[in-house]
């Protein structure tokens, strides 16, 4: 069959092994730390967490420079670990969960706020504040075994040089293998799928020449610059 126009091709991840990991999906996990959740003026809860997702083509890697999105005034970073599936699975155990997982990486969730903030506000889907091109920002790949279970370990954000975002991994309110075992029990999850955790609190504002860094203990470091408002 002769095809219309060629399609997109695949986004393929960075890995320190050399090898590249095909994005498939992306999970985003919403309050997923106590404190995130009260500065957004909002209560987590453990035993009901939520997600939203996002477009692979969102990926982009580390050192790159994003373009500030239409639409907005007021894009925010929020610096998250990222879990790489690489063993399909529906139904998921939660002492099988890691069985699943390839590695981690640093990651950013950008978001626009206002209009995350007003569709919130309608009780409307956020899409249009969370799923926007280049606002997965996603450094390079580790093997699980640089983490383990990914039960502790700092996070931190910076912005040019000056830390916005400081929290530790023991925080996560659900953790790694319940994340798992919980969208697996929705979803068959596929090799290729990116989870993006949640972020701890002091979420801010960017502006184009803007530069951030997230690191997390074992990972590689992930920065990104924010560029001019896209044409």
């Not at 907005?72 to 099988?96: M, W, Y």
């Amino acid at each position: 069959m002769k095809l219309l126009f060629e399609p997109i091709a695949p986004v393929i991840a960075p890995t320190t092994t050399g090898e590249g990991f095909p994005v498939r999906r992306i999970f985003c996990i919403g309050r997923n730390y106590e404190e995130h959740a009260k500065e957004m003026g909002m209560q987590a809860d453990p035993e009901a967490p939520f997600f939203f997702t996002k477009w692979a083509e969102t990926v982009v890697n580390d050192g790159a420079t994003i373009a500030y999105p239409q639409g907005t005034s007021n894009f925010h970073f929020e610096a998250e670990l990222v879990v790489a599936i690489d063993k399909p699975g529906r139904n998921i155990p939660r002492e099988q969960a890691l069985d699943h997982v390839w590695g981690y990486a640093t990651g950013l969730d950008m978001t626009r706020r206002d209009l995350q903030a007003e569709a919130r506000s309608k009780q409307r889907p956020w899409d249009a504040g969370k799923n926007v091109e280049q606002s997965s920002p996603l450094g390079l790949l580790h093997p699980k075994s640089a983490l383990g279970d990914a039960t502790k370990g700092a996070i931190t954000l910076t912005v040019n040089g000056v830390e916005k975002q400081r929290g530790d991994l023991s925080q996560l309110i659900t953790p790694v293998d319940k994340l798992i075992e919980f969208l697996s029990g929705l979803y068959k999850l596929e090799a290729g799928d990116l989870i993006y955790t949640g972020t701890p609190a002091g979420v801010g504002a960017v502006v184009p020449g803007d530069v951030m860094v997230v690191e997390i203990d074992g990972l590689s470091s992930l920065t990104i610059t924010v560029g001019q408002p896209a044409e």
